[in-house]
């Protein structure tokens, strides 16, 4: 989202020198995406897996997927180049699903072990965040997204074709209810440890919408901070959806803004994204 505008946003944990959370550092600082996650967990429907994650990140433009060496390599060349000062966030967000990647546990270590001063973040599912959890706040992550579609298991079922949990490939209502739970778990959980939250949520005409006010409620109960509602790139097994108007996202971003801050104009990052917000 390099023309994203945060606008509106206060409190506390709203104004921590990240550019997608706060709008303060719009325009003046900037984030480096490292590309090294690309496997997921889960399947939603409206993924293409060569493509990016949804959860941050535009269809089809990671370059390529890189290792934990050449992450800090990325890092390294970015600090140096003119705009090297102002970018103060590296982030994970795909092209898969970051915690389903060592990859990603590696690099984040290397960055905070090279370049201390650096805000990490991360975006995420929400399947493993329960269990990752601890080994982030050990990193030092400190800024989390979680995208978050739906609470209700029988919507879930439709836009998530399948999801792997403990060994084995679950579907249908039974695997919504797995993601949802550990979504719900572990955005509190790190809500509690002090994280900076967002949700993301995909909004998805005639399966998602008529419940987005019920989960702005629940996922700000559970400690999310922003809320960024991402519209549907109909794609993959959701391809025949229409994507919603753009004067729906904004009626629902007012609408939800009396719940919790919106995230007004994310423009879906790609997933080795670098430079100013
Ligand atoms: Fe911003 Fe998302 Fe990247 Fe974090 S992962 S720096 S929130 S674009
Ligand atoms: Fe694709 Fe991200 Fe969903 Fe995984 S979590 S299926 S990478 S959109």
């Known amino acids: 989202h390099r023309e994203c505008n945060h606008a509106n946003m206060t409190g506390p944990n709203l104004n921590q020198g990240h550019p997608c959370f706060s709008t303060s550092g719009h325009g003046k600082t900037g984030r480096i995406h490292l590309a090294v996650a690309p496997e997921c967990n889960i399947s939603c429907n409206y993924c ?6 949804a959860n941050e990140s535009r269809p089809g433009v990671t370059s390529k997927v890189i290792n934990s060496d050449e992450a800090i390599e990325t890092v390294l060349k970015a600090k140096s180049s ?13 092209p898969g ?10 690099s984040m270590r290397k960055v905070k072990e090279n370049f201390p001063d650096m805000t ?64 719900l778990l572990g955005l509190e959980q790190a809500s509690k440890a002090g994280m900076t939250l967002k949700v993301n949520t995909v909004v998805i005409p005639g399966v998602n919408e008529h419940l987005l006010y019920s989960l702005a409620l629940e996922v700000k109960k559970r400690g999310a901070h922003i809320h960024n509602l991402l519209p549907l790139i109909p794609q993959g097994k959701l391809a025949h959806n229409m994507a919603p108007p ?26 080795d994204a670098i430079g100013l917000v």
């Open 82 to 94: 003119a705009i090297g000062s102002q970018l103060t966030v590296v982030g994970i967000a795909g």
């Open 120 to 183: 990490l973040c991360l975006s995420t599912n929400g399947l493993l965040l329960p269990e990752k959890l601890a080994e982030m706040l050990e990193i030092g992550v400190s800024h989390v997204t979680v995208t978050i579609n739906t609470l209700d298991e029988q919507v879930g079922a439709k836009i998530y074709s399948h999801v792997h949990w403990e060994g084995k490939k679950m579907i249908g209502p039974d695997a919504a209810r797995v993601l949802i739970n550990n979504q």
């Open 48 to 53: 293409v897996r060569k493509f990016d994650c």
């Open 97 to 106: 699903e970051p915690l389903a990647n060592q990859e990603t546990f590696e």
């Open 246 to 271: 753009k004067e729906l996202i904004k009626n629902y971003r007012s609408i939800l803004g009396s719940i919790l801050p919106q995230m007004m104009h994310c423009q879906q990052c790609r997933a």
